[in-house]
C-alpha cells in the first residue's frame, strides 16, 4: 500500500477512534468515575440491571432449546438460525434508519468535522462505524444467545464459531449500508426544500414503513403454508429439509447466506456462502462510500439552516401573538410540546414510538395468522383471546391491561424529560418557578404521550381483537393508573441523573441508559403487580376482587410515585451542576 | 443589591478552588465589571449567583433573598445572560420571548411595550416569527438579551455578554446597561473586553486563581500601582494576575 494510502487509512482511523469515543462518552466517564468520582453508584446499579435480565436470558435459552428440539427431527434446525438473524437484521434496519439519520446529519460534532481536511466519504465512514459497533451491542440479545445455543445443541466444529464470528461482524453491514443509501438519497432532496423537518419526518416514516413491509414479507413467507394451509400441508412443508429457510430467505437472501455460512463451516457451501456474505457486505459499502462522495456533504451542509421569511409584524399581529400572560405551569407545558414534536428525533423515538409498538403487535397478530388476514376476519388471535375469556376473564383484562401500559410506557418520553433540555437546562434552573410546578408541568407532557400510546392500543384491541367493553374498560382504567406510576419513575430516574452534556439529540433518547434503566424499572414492578395478582388468585378472590386489589394498589402506588416525584424535584433541581 | 459573603466553590473534591472565600457587595444603581484570566472564576462566581451552582461554603443574598433558601424569590428579580446562547431553537423568537414573559408573570400591556422596544432595537423584529434554530449567533446572543430585558428585573447577571455581538448592537448593549442602572437597578457583568470595563463600569472587580485580587472604581484601582502602566486597567490587570 502507497504512503498516501497509509495516511489515509490513519487519519481514517483517528476520526473513527474519536466518533467511538464522543459517542460512547468513554473520556467523560472515565473523568467522573475517577477523577471526579462522580456516578459510581451506577456501577453496581448497571451491574444489578444486568444480572436481573438473566433469568429473562435463561428462559430464552430454554424456549430455543425446545424449538431446536422440535426442528431438528424435520431437518429444519436451520431455520432457527435464519430466524435469529433475520430478526437481528430487521432490528437493525429499523434502528438503523434512526442511528442513520441522527449521525449522518444532526450529530453537532459534524460542524468540527466538515472543515476539517477529510473527504465527506471519510466523516461518513466514521459515522457508519459507529453506527455498526452500536448495532453490535443492539442485536446481541437477539442473534447472541440463538448462535451460542444452536452450536452448543449441535456440537458444531470450529468452522461454526469462526464462520459465526465473522457473521456477527459482518451482520450489520448489509442493512446499514441499504439504509445508508437511502437516507443519502432523500437527504439530499430534502435539503433543497424548505419544510425540512416535515419532510425528514416523512421520509423517516416512510422507511420505517417499508422495513415494517419487509417484515411482513418475510413473516407471511414463513407462516404462509398457502391457501387453507392444513395440518397434512404444514407437515409436508416441514418435512422437506431447510424448505422454511429457503422460504424466509427468498424474501432477505442475506438471511439465508449468513445462516449457511454459520451452519456450513468450513465446507464448501459455508465458505461460499460466507464469501458470498462478505463480498456483498463490501460491495454495499463501497457503493455506500462512492455515493457518499457525491452526495453526503450536499444533503447535510446547510441543512440546519432553516431560512424563515423575514417579515415585520404589525402591531395588531403583535398583539395578537404576544400571550396575555398564562400560568407558568402552562408555559412550561406548552414548551415540552412543542419542542418534542417539533424535534423530528425526538418526535419518531418519543410520540411516534406509542404509535409504533401497537401497530408491530398488528403486524405481529397477521403474520402469526398466516398472511391470511386473520386477525381482521376473527381469525387466531380473536379466537384464542375470545377461548381465554371464556375460560377466565381476569386473564383477558388483565393481559389488555399490560399490553395497553406497554404501548404507552415503552416510549421513553417520561425517562428523557429532562435530559431532553440538554444545554438550555440553565433556563429551567434560573426562571422562577418552582421545581415542582416544572416537574408537574413535564409530567402531563409526558403522561398525555403515554395516554396516546394507551388509547392506540385500546384501538388495536378493540378493531383487531374484537374486545368488547366489559373487558376494554376496566383494563383502560388500570393502564392510565399504571401509566401515572410508571411516568413518574420514568421521570424520577432521569432527574436523579439528566444527560444535559448531549450532541446529537438521539443521545438524549435513544441511547440515554435512563431510558434504558426506567425500562428495567417498569419490568420490575409490573413482574411485581403480576406476583401480587397471583398471590390474590390463589387466595381464591373473585374476579372483581381481584382487579378492584390492583386498582386500589396501583392507584395508592401513583398517588405516591407522583408525590415523591414533586418532592425529588424541589431537592434535585438544585443540586444539578 | 448582590452580597456575596466568604464564598467559596471548588471542583473535583475539593482538588480544584474555583472561588475562594469571595466577599464582594454590588450595590444598586451600579454596573459592576468582573475581570479574570481563562479559569480564574468569573463564570463560577456568575452561576453561584444566579443559582446555578451551590456553593460550598458562604452566603449569597440577591435583593435581600438569600440564594440557598429563598431562591425562587431571588430568581424572582433576577436575570441572567450565559456566555454561549443556548437557547428553545425549535421555538420562534416570539414564543420564546412569550414564555419568559410567562414565567416571569409579566402583564400583556407591558410585555407588547418592551418585545416592541427591544426587538426594533436589536434589528429581530423581522425574524421574531422565525425558528431560533434560523438566527446567527448574534442575533441568539441578542434573543437572550432580549429575554432578559423583558422582566425589567432588578438584578441582571450577565456572563461575556458583549461576546459575538457586532459594534452597533454592542453600543446598544451598553447604553442599555447605563438606563437600567439609572433607573436603580444592579448589574453585574464578566468581560474581556478592558476599554469596556473601564468606560462603562461603576466599579470593577479583578478575581485571579479564585480570588478577589483588587476590587474598587478605576480611580481607586490606579492608586494600587502607581507607575505608567499602573494607570489602565490593561495595565493593572496584567500586573495583578502575572502568576
Redesign the interface.
Known amino acids: 500500500m502507497s504512503a498516501r494510502g497509509v495516511g489515509g487509512l490513519r487519519k481514517l482511523g483517528s476520526v473513527v477512534r474519536a466518533g467511538l469515543r464522543s459517542n460512547f462518552g468513554l473520556a467523560t466517564l472515565k473523568h467522573r468515575l475517577l477523577?471526579?468520582?462522580k456516578d459510581r453508584w451506577l456501577v453496581p446499579l448497571v451491574g444489578a440491571a444486568g444480572l436481573g435480565v438473566v433469568p429473562m436470558f435463561y428462559g430464552i435459552i430454554l424456549l430455543i432449546e425446545n424449538v431446536y428440539l422440535v426442528l431438528k427431527p424435520m431437518g429444519q434446525e436451520r431455520a432457527l438460525l435464519s430466524f435469529g438473524i433475520l430478526a437481528g437484521q430487521i432490528l437493525i434496519l429499523l434502528f438503523g434508519i434512526y442511528y442513520v439519520i441522527a449521525a449522518f446529519y444532526f450529530s453537532r460534532d459534524l460542524e468540527f468535522l466538515i472543515p476539517l481536511p477529510l473527504r465527506p466519504a471519510e466523516v461518513m465512514a466514521s459515522k457508519f462505524a459507529v453506527i455498526v459497533i452500536n448495532e453490535y451491542l443492539t442485536v446481541a440479545a437477539v442473534v447472541l444467545p440463538v448462535v451460542i445455543t444452536v452450536g452448543v445443541l449441535a456440537h458444531a466444529g470450529i468452522g461454526y464459531w469462526v464462520n459465526a464470528t465473522l457473521v456477527y461482524l459482518a451482520l450489520p453491514v448489509i442493512p446499514l449500508a441499504v439504509v445508508s443509501l437511502a437516507v443519502v438519497a432523500m437527504m439530499r432532496f430534502i435539503n433543497i426544500s424548505r419544510k425540512k423537518d416535515a419532510l425528514i419526518l416523512v421520509g423517516s416514516l416512510v422507511l420505517i414503513g417499508l422495513s415494517f413491509a419487509l417484515q411482513l414479507g418475510i413473516g407471511r413467507s414463513a407462516g404462509n403454508g398457502g391457501p387453507g394451509a392444513s395440518a397434512q400441508s404444514v407437515a409436508a412443508f416441514f418435512t422437506s429439509p431447510d424448505s422454511l429457510l429457503n422460504k424466509v430467505g427468498a424474501v432477505f437472501p442475506p438471511g439465508i447466506w449468513a445462516t449457511k455460512a454459520i451452519a456450513g463451516g468450513f465446507s464448501g457451501e459455508g465458505l461460499a456462502n460466507l464469501a458470498l456474505l462478505l463480498g456483498v457486505s463490501l460491495a454495499l459499502f463501497a457503493g455506500m462510500v462512492v455515493v457518499a462522495e457525491k452526495l453526503f456533504y450536499r444533503g447535510l451542509v446547510g441543512l440546519?439552516?432553516?431560512?424563515?421569511?423575514?417579515?415585520?409584524?404589525t402591531?395588531d399581529e403583535?398583539?395578537r401573538?404576544?400571550?396575555?400572560?398564562?400560568?407558568?405551569f402552562?408555559?412550561?407545558f406548552?414548551?415540552e410540546w412543542?419542542?418534542m414534536n417539533?424535534?423530528p428525533i425526538f418526535l419518531l423515538n418519543g410520540v411516534l414510538v406509542s404509535v409504533f409498538v401497537p401497530a408491530i403487535f398488528v403486524l405481529m397478530a397477521t403474520i402469526n395468522a398466516g398472511g391470511r388476514g386473520a386477525a381482521g376476519r376473527g381469525g387466531d388471535p380473536m379466537v384464542l383471546l375470545k377461548a381465554m375469556a371464556s375460560a377466565n376473564p381476569l386473564v383477558v383484562v388483565l393481559g389488555a391491561a399490560l399490553f395497553m401500559t406497554i404501548c404507552g410506557s415503552i416510549n421513553g418520553t417520561a425517562s428523557s424529560t429532562f435530559s431532553r433540555e440538554?444545554?438550555?437546562f440553565?433556563?429551567s434552573?434560573?426562571?422562577?418557578?418552582?421545581p415542582r410546578e416544572q416537574a408537574a408541568a413535564k409530567f402531563l407532557h409526558s403522561y398525555l404521550v403515554a395516554t396516546l400510546g394507551v388509547v392506540t392500543a385500546s384501538v388495536v384491541a378493540v378493531v383487531f381483537l374484537h374486545l368488547s367493553a366489559a373487558f376494554l374498560a376496566p383494563a383502560v382504567l388500570l393502564s392510565l393508573v399504571a401509566g401515572v406510576l410508571l411516568t413518574a419513575v420514568g421521570m424520577m430516574i432521569d432527574l436523579a441523573r439528566p444527560l444535559l452534556d448531549w450532541t446529537n439529540p438521539q443521545k438524549a433518547i435513544k441511547q440515554n441508559l435512563n431510558v434504558l434503566l426506567a425500562l428495567f424499572a417498569d419490568v420490575g414492578i409490573l413482574t411485581a403487580v403480576f406476583f401480587g395478582v397471583k398471590a390474590l388468585i390463589k387466595a381464591k378472590l373473585t374476579t372483581g376482587a381481584v382487579l378492584g386489589v390492583v386498582a386500589a394498589g396501583l392507584a395508592a402506588l401513583a398517588a405516591a410515585s407522583y408525590a415523591a416525584l414533586l418532592r425529588f424535584a424541589d431537592k434535585r433541581y438544585?443540586?444539578i451542576? | 443589591m448582590i452580597e456575596l459573603t466568604h464564598v467559596s466553590k471548588s471542583?473535583?473534591?475539593g482538588k480544584v478552588k474555583a472561588v475562594d472565600d469571595l466577599t464582594l457587595t454590588v450595590k444598586p444603581g451600579e454596573i459592576f465589571g468582573f475581570l479574570g484570566p481563562n479559569g480564574a472564576g468569573k463564570t463560577t462566581t456568575i452561576k453561584l449567583v444566579?443559582?446555578?451552582?451551590?456553593p460550598d461554603a458562604g452566603k449569597i443574598v440577591v435583593e435581600g433573598f438569600d440564594v440557598a433558601t429563598d431562591?425562587?424569590?431571588a430568581?424572582?428579580v433576577?436575570?441572567?445572560v450565559?456566555d454561549?446562547p443556548?437557547?428553545?431553537e425549535?421555538?420562534t423568537g416570539?414564543?420564546y420571548?412569550?414564555?419568559?414573559?410567562?414565567?416571569?408573570?409579566?402583564?400583556?400591556a407591558e410585555?407588547?411595550d418592551r418585545?416592541?422596544k427591544w426587538l426594533e432595537i436589536f434589528e429581530l423584529?423581522?425574524?421574531?416569527?422565525?425558528?431560533i434554530?434560523?438566527y446567527s449567533h448574534g442575533m441568539k446572543q441578542k434573543i437572550v438579551l432580549a429575554a432578559a430585558l423583558l422582566p425589567a428585573p432588578r438584578v441582571m447577571v450577565l456572563d461575556e455578554p458583549l461576546v459575538g455581538l457586532d459594534p452597533r448592537a454592542a453600543h446598544q448593549i451598553k447604553e442599555m446597561f447605563r438606563e437600567h442602572c439609572e433607573a436603580g437597578k444592579t448589574l453585574f457583568f464578566s468581560t474581556h473586553i478592558m476599554e469596556v470595563a473601564e468606560k462603562l463600569c461603576d466599579r470593577i472587580g479583578i478575581i485571579h486563581k479564585g480570588k478577589l485580587v483588587a476590587c474598587g472604581t478605576m480611580e481607586e484601582l490606579k492608586r494600587i500601582d502607581r507607575t505608567e502602566a499602573g494607570q489602565s486597567l490593561e495595565g493593572i490587570f496584567l500586573e495583578l494576575t502575572d502568576t
Not at chain 1, 321 to 328: L, M, N, Q, T
Not at chain 2, 99 to 106: A, L, S, T, W
Open positions: 477523577r471526579e468520582k440546519t439552516e432553516t431560512t424563515g421569511k423575514k417579515r415585520r409584524l402591531r403583535m398583539s401573538r404576544v400571550s396575555s400572560g398564562r400560568r407558568a402552562a408555559a412550561i406548552e414548551r412543542k419542542i417539533r424535534t440538554g444545554a438550555q440553565w433556563i434552573r434560573t426562571i422562577p418557578v418552582a438544585p443540586a451542576e | 471542583y473535583n473534591r444566579v443559582g446555578l451552582l451551590r431562591g425562587l424569590r430568581k424572582q433576577t436575570t441572567y450565559p454561549y443556548a437557547v428553545y425549535r421555538l416570539l414564543e420571548l412569550n414564555f419568559i414573559g410567562d414565567v416571569y408573570g409579566v402583564p400583556k410585555r407588547l418585545i416592541g423584529a423581522p425574524v421574531v416569527t422565525n425558528p434554530q434560523s
